[in-house]
């Protein structure tokens, strides 16, 4: 499993991808999750700059966008700043905030033509309704999505962001539970892991803690996808600062 840092870690910097870059090389990070800002989308010498930075230092790369699934691939300009980060021989691997209110058949269409671009889709969990009926239809319409995708044979990884399941509107619905019904789902098959921890199921960013010191279930959650043979290959610490990095790298290791 890839080690990554989202250059949210250097949020108060505006994201700032040479510090996170910087970051990376010093501290031996495997690989680093980009932020397509407009501002970044629309300086293409950046884009370039990045990308031959983590070529030379042999920085993995993936990138996150600000758009939701569903009708990404009409924004030809984003999709092509996309596209255009990464380096020849690496897989594009772009990650897409998963949309409960769209139609599955638009958002499998999206991922068919963000393909075209020669972007891998990933798409990550998320809630916003989070009632348990919204838990519930949005769970059913995410595994749906991918079993959907599954038989079209498109290639669409999960991005998996285990944390969400332990916020406090979900603390009654067995996040463990959830988040195997997840892990199960993906059998012998690759995903991404977004981590954080916690020690408030609150989740403010002065509850966050390292990977392994919190209410998360990481422990769990890590014997859970090996026994079922799922291949996490990449797992994004997405802090908003440095802090609880090096140790939070210590524990996913172990």
């Not at 010093?26 to 800002?37: G, H, P, R, T």
């Not at 897989?91 to 068919?112: L, Q, R």
Request: hydrophobic share 40%.
């Amino acid at each position: 499993m890839n080690i990554a840092v989202a250059t949210s870690i250097f949020a108060q910097n505006n994201f700032d991808p040479f510090m996170t870059i910087e970051y990376a090389e010093e501290n031996k990070i495997a690989a680093i999750q980009f932020f397509m800002s407009k501002n970044i989308q629309d300086d293409s010498a950046k884009i370039e700059k990045i990308k031959n930075s983590c070529q030379s230092k042999a920085i993995k790369i993936l990138c996150h966008s600000p758009q939701i699934l569903g009708n990404v691939s009409a924004d030809t300009a984003h999709c092509d700043a996309l596209s255009s980060l990464f380096y020849e021989e690496a897989n594009k691997y772009c990650i897409f905030h998963f949309d409960e209110t769209a139609e599955i058949d638009a958002m499998i269409s999206d991922c068919e033509k963000l393909v075209d671009f020669g972007i891998t889709p990933c798409i990550e969990n998320f809630y916003v309704d989070k009632t348990r009926y919204g838990l519930v239809a949005n769970m059913e319409k995410y595994l749906s999505f991918f079993d959907r995708i599954s038989v079209k044979e498109i290639p669409v990884i999960p991005v998996l962001d285990f944390p969400r399941l332990f916020v406090e509107q979900f603390t009654n619905f067995h996040p463990i539970f959830l988040s195997e019904l997840l892990i199960q789902k993906f059998t012998r098959k690759k995903i991404i892991i977004h981590a954080i921890d916690s020690v408030s199921p609150h989740q403010n960013r002065e509850d966050w803690c390292a990977v392994g010191r919190g209410i998360v279930g990481w422990t769990d959650i890590f014997e859970y996808i090996k026994k079922q043979g799922v291949f996490a290959e990449y797992a994004v610490l997405e802090y908003e600062n440095t802090y609880f990095i090096n140790e939070s790298i210590k524990n996913l290791k172990k």
